[in-house]
């Protein structure tokens, strides 16, 4: 099939667009600067400059490329999008991602209706905000928790919008956990070396993690079988904070996270620890 991968030379692009090349597919891959054209191209992919804000950006990008499927794996969560990781404003930080999760995905779904692609893929997340009702492990029918009144409410109306978007179109949203892998928590290490990464109360609020090949390689998958619905993309071991903080610091061979109080003023939401 002929993939358009928006978002093709972010941390999971990159890791998915080998994938789709080596399974015998065309794949084009939409980043945001003419500098990663040729990463993208040594990853097999034909390389195309979009502004996923940008309605006519995306629509002449999808036109030209005349894919089968549209891949949305648009984010701005990485330093050059959004700066420093910031967890006490988490509002404003994520602001570059909530608008690619709410206007770029319309830009894009609105590619595919105008140049009509039968299919599309859309980056979801599913890592600590389940909600907290019913039983403790989640499928895709689960609804999120979306924190209202709390700095991360933002973010979780724009996953909604994913969801009700996509899977309206006719889509599949995969709901991945946490990353881990090459290059996917090197802003947190930062982070944790600088013991800005604090561990609050107990840390016993789960964490739902998935490697980047295996998020990768379930994307592969819903392409090629034109999966639709909304999928949690995990792996078998979720972790409390208590657990995965502390390791990660030591991995960093960084000093242990500092604990602070359940509920101290701008940390949120507690129930992430």
């Known amino acids: 099939m002929r993939v358009f991968v928006a978002g093709g030379s972010g941390v999971l692009g990159r890791r998915l667009v080998p994938q789709l090349v080596a399974r015998g597919h065309q794949v084009t891959a ?44 648009m984010t701005g969560i990485s330093m050059a999008h959004a700066g420093k990781r910031d967890l006490k404003h988490f509002d404003r930080w994520s602001l570059p991602t909530i608008r690619l999760r709410t206007e770029g995905t319309d830009h894009l779904l609105a590619a595919a209706e105008a140049t ?13 905000n389940g909600i907290r009702e019913g039983a403790w492990v989640k499928t895709g029918e689960d609804p999120l928790d979306l924190h209202e009144k709390t700095p991360a409410h933002p973010a979780m109306a724009a996953l909604r919008h994913v969801v009700d978007a996509v899977t309206d179109a006719g889509g599949a949203v995969m709901r991945y956990g946490a990353f881990y892998g090459p290059g996917a928590t090197d802003d947190q290490v930062v982070l944790v070396r600088k013991r800005q990464f604090p ?4 840390g016993t609020g789960y964490a739902s993690w998935v490697h980047l090949d295996d998020a990768a390689s379930s994307t592969v998958l819903a392409v090629e079988q034109k999966a639709r619905g909304v999928f949690n993309i995990v792996d078998d071991d979720p ?12 991995c960093a061979r960084a000093k242990q996270p500092v604990r602070i109080p359940r509920g101290w003023p701008g940390c949120w939401p507690d129930r992430w620890w």
Request: charged residues 15%; proline residues 7%; aromatic residues 6%.
């Open 239 to 250: 972790a409390p904070a208590c657990e995965w903080l502390p390791h990660l610091a030591a």
């Open 30 to 73: 939409a980043t945001t600067s003419t500098a990663k054209l040729g990463f993208v191209e040594q990853l097999g992919a034909d390389g195309i400059v979009m502004d996923g804000l940008d309605p006519v950006s995306v629509g002449e990008a999808v036109a030209a490329a005349r894919p089968d499927v549209i891949v949305h794996q």
């Open 199 to 202: 561990l609050a109360g107990k």
């Open 116 to 128: 009509g692609v039968p299919h599309f893929v859309a980056q979801g997340y599913a890592n600590w």
